[in-house]
């Protein structure tokens, strides 16, 4: 009878709230304020950064959330800032004998996501995707002697695999084991020219700003390589000249996800490093809406976001202030505008709702690497995650793609709910991009829990895909992602109609979702209150 009771207040709650105006202008409202030129584009450990997670903890107590960090509603998490000191710094191929200077930013340039050794010495070895996938029996060593070497990868993946399993593969954390076990030293990736977010002009600008890593070094995913170069394409064909193959033929036959050939390269690396590292602590903030059912509301349904974004970097037509409104002050909002709109409906589902900002996630997605690895409650009472990054609401919503669809029973909610508002649901229909692990919601497979993530998607070969593509080349990562674009509010209200479905469905269910026994990341699952 309770839980008769419980599920008739909700429904009445769910229709006083189906009746309340959403526009999208309280979410936008929300932008605004974390896109604000004060906030100095949310780098994480700044004072912008603060300030607008001081915004977000006064917008949660206002929307009657409680406070479910470890100080109040913050969790600290410490990192290593690593940026590199490029005038001390410098690479060069070795070519029978003689050097070739590369041209930092223009040819090639470090990354610091990992602990790059001061001076690396070794030979160059193309290994096409540079993959060890034994699920899909694939293995791009297989044959091939690396040891001491520095391994030459095209991103990417062959079309044989799935696009989740595939992302999972070229995750910092299989790549590093990878190379352990083939006794690799250090790798040079060169962007998929067929799936590069960012053109090169801009990729370069952020060459010395800033990476990170937890000072946790037991959550360090980088152990063990000394040295990770991103290489230009456009100057790729100097690695393979001599080689018997073309960058170009390689390119081609990536931009269709096709087998690439392996082979060693006629030249050697030589690289030296100078890095500074600085300690640097910031703030995950996290809130919790308690459930109503007496045995249900201990268990948790994460609703994820990352409010961090890339601070203050090289101008690009004068501005040098990333605002990041897009990336991710749309994700931070909507989670936002949801708790306020629960409030205002006084909406209580059976289990709690768990609001999770996290930090750091420009950086490797660390902050909630950080959080889903030492959460604040306890990691057996969480059930779900269901993660908000960068939505793109910049033409009308359609279709809705979904990150994760096939892996477990989140995709059957989702589905629902989207044929309630008349959304059609697809999968991730760019599987070159890799976009299933770089948000948050991987942090939370990675320890087990079913987990998805969504955007406003489109149809391949339609207006939206060239709107969407020309988005990305001119203000993903730019100053320009501001408040001075243009945003399709009804696409933004009717998303959040979706998230906030979803949470409620899952956080309403008598059971919680599972993964599908096809997934290749039920094995993560482990045994717990909620799974």
Do not use: C
Request: proline share 6%.
């Amino acid at each position: 009878m309770r839980k008769l009771i419980s599920l008739v207040l909700v429904a009445f709650a769910t229709a006083a709230l189906a009746q309340s105006p959403n526009d999208g202008q309280a979410w936008w409202n929300y932008v605004k304020v974390l896109a604000d030129d004060n906030m100095e584009g949310r780098e994480t450990g700044s004072a912008g950064y603060d300030r607008a997670a001081a915004y977000v903890v006064e917008q949660a107590k206002a929307a009657g959330l409680q406070p479910a960090g470890v100080n109040g509603f913050y969790q600290p998490v410490k990192f290593r800032s690593k940026q590199i000191d490029e005038a001390h710094s410098s690479l060069a191929l070795v070519r029978e004998g003689k050097d070739e200077a590369l041209v930092l930013g223009d040819d090639a340039m470090f990354s610091t996501r990992v602990d790059l050794a001061p001076a690396v010495d070794a030979p160059l070895v193309f290994v096409g995707y540079g993959l060890r996938v034994p699920e899909a029996d694939y293995d791009d060593f297989a044959g091939m002697d690396v040891k001491g070497k520095v391994l030459v990868i095209l991103a990417g993946s062959p079309s044989t695999m799935s696009a989740a399993l595939a992302s999972h593969y070229q995750a910092m954390a299989q790549r590093s084991a990878t190379l352990r076990a083939v006794g690799a030293v250090g790798y040079i990736s060169i962007p998929n020219p067929a799936s590069m977010d960012i053109p090169w002009s801009r990729m370069r600008l952020s060459r010395v700003h800033p990476s990170m890593a937890l000072a946790d070094r037991s959550l360090d995913d980088a152990t063990g390589i000394q040295l990770l170069v991103t290489w230009n394409p456009d100057s790729a064909g100097t690695l393979f000249a001599g080689s018997g193959h073309t960058f170009e033929e390689i390119a081609a036959l990536g931009k269709e996800r096709k087998p690439l050939p392996r082979f060693a390269l006629p030249v050697s690396i030589q690289a030296r490093a100078k890095v500074i590292v600085t300690d640097v602590t910031s703030k995950n903030i996290v809130a919790r809406l308690p459930g109503s059912d007496p045995k249900l509301k201990a268990q948790n349904v994460v609703l994820s976001a990352h409010l961090d974004h890339i601070g203050i970097g090289e101008p690009i037509n004068g501005d040098k202030l990333y605002n990041g409104a897009m990336d991710n002050g749309s994700g931070s909002a909507l989670l936002l505008d949801i708790a306020a709109h629960l409030s205002q409906a006084k909406i209580r589902p059976r289990r709690s709702l768990l609001f999770v900002w996290v930090t750091a996630e420009e950086k490797g997605l660390l902050g909630s690497r950080y959080f889903a690895a030492n959460p604040t409650v306890a990691a057996a009472s969480i059930v779900a995650d269901v993660n908000t990054d960068m939505f793109l609401p910049i033409f009308p919503l359609k279709v809705v793609t979904v990150y994760g669809l096939e892996e477990s029973d989140l995709g059957d909610v989702i589905r629902q709910v989207a044929a309630k508002e008349n959304v059609a649901v697809q999968p991730d229909p760019e599987p070159l991009r890799n976009i299933f692990i770089r948000s948050d919601q991987y942090s939370f497979i990675r320890e087990g829990v079913p987990s998805l993530a969504m955007k406003v998607g489109f149809d391949k070969g339609s207006p939206e895909e060239a709107i969407e593509k020309k988005w990305l080349t001119e203000r993903y990562h730019a100053p320009s992602d501001d408040l001075n674009q243009p945003v399709d509010l009804g696409a933004a209200a009717k998303f959040e109609d979706l998230v906030r479905g979803v949470a409620l469905e899952v956080a309403d269910a008598d059971q919680p979702p599972h993964w599908k026994s096809t997934s290749f990341f039920k094995r993560f699952e482990t045994t717990s209150v909620g799974r």
